[in-house]
């Protein structure tokens, strides 16, 4: 298959052993009313892709039954982890933690539910292990409650299982000058950590721009999450596309990843190559 064939939203892309893994939102599940599982595609260069392979799949037993968003995988502690939303009717969504052996293994459960708090409207959770050791979890608080979505982050244990404090406020959707104003509502969406090769730490993350779907920058002031946050002017990528994550090729390039453009049917992967500057990150168009 080629990302042309592929109808998937969210892409998160996991270099392990000399191949690339594609997990994501299955695309005719995206916006559905039922949800009932989770894929991995592979690739040897970004190019010709496997067949998808189920890495979850609902039990009947299990209760969350829509809304299976944004699966992203990292190998931690010699496993692999999967940060994954999940929601039921009368039942608010947030990000829950999954294991395995292998990144294209079968998923299960590793957190008790969800980690986000359980009556709040979360998506979107992203790995950020401090340089001190320390893992957490950042993840969006929706517009749904919030009206202005905000990125929040919340500690982790060491085995990833629960929450090890309380939510913290990184910023609002509202505070970034590229974002589409006035609105009625603020979308934050698809947190992703990058630290550059002089230490300084930002963030992408995603919302609604002047030019549609958009993906923004965040830099931290001291290097780290517990810092102050600031706002790139200018969008990264503003093209009507956006929940990126940036990888490193095999050639040792840095790609980033999201799915474009934003409407049903036509969401596909994309990949950008980009490279650092003194104001972060650029795409090399």
């Known amino acids: 298959m080629r990302v042309e064939d592929i109808h998937l939203c969210d892409p998160f892309v996991l270099v392990h052993d000399g191949k690339y893994y594609m997990y994501g939102t299955r695309g005719l599940e995206r916006w559905e009313n039922e949800a009932f599982g989770l894929d991995v ?16 799949k609902r039990t009947p037993e299990f209760p969350y039954t829509m809304n299976y968003w944004a699966p992203e995988v990292y190998k931690y502690d ?23 052996d292998t990144p ?5 459960m590793h957190s008790d539910g969800v980690v986000t708090p359980k009556d709040w409207e979360c998506l979107d959770g992203t790995l950020y292990v401090a ?17 202005d ?3 929040c982050v919340i500690p982790l ?10 939510p913290r406020l990184l910023f609002t959707a509202s505070q970034s000058e590229w974002i589409n104003k006035p609105a009625e509502v603020y979308i934050t969406d698809g947190p992703f950590m990058y630290r550059m090769k002089n230490g300084d730490l930002y963030m992408i993350w995603s919302a609604s721009g002047k030019g549609g779907y958009s993906v923004g920058l965040v830099k931290s002031d001291n290097g780290d999450i517990s810092g102050n946050w600031t706002h790139v002017k200018e969008p990264l990528f503003a ?5 990126g994550m940036i990888f490193e ?24 190559e980009v490279k650092e500057t003194e104001d972060g990150l650029t795409v090399v168009w």
Not at 157 to 166: N, S, V
């Open 41 to 56: 595609y592979v690739s040897e260069d970004l190019i010709e892709w496997s067949e998808p392979k189920e890495v979850f």
């Open 78 to 100: 010699n496993r692999f982890f999967m940060f994954v939303s999940f929601k039921a009717p009368d039942v608010c969504r947030g990000t829950a933690v999954l294991v395995s």
């Open 104 to 108: 294209d293994g079968m998923f299960t």
């Open 131 to 147: 340089e001190d050791g320390t893992p957490y979890m950042i993840f969006c608080h929706e517009w749904v409650q919030t009206t």
């Open 149 to 151: 979505g905000q990125m």
């Open 157 to 166: 244990t060491k085995d990833l299982k629960a929450a090890a404090g309380e």
């Open 239 to 243: 093209e009507n596309g956006g929940h």
């Open 249 to 272: 090729t095999l050639d040792g390039r840095k790609m980033l990843s999201l799915h474009a453009p934003e409407y049903f049917p036509a969401e596909r992967p994309r990949f950008y």
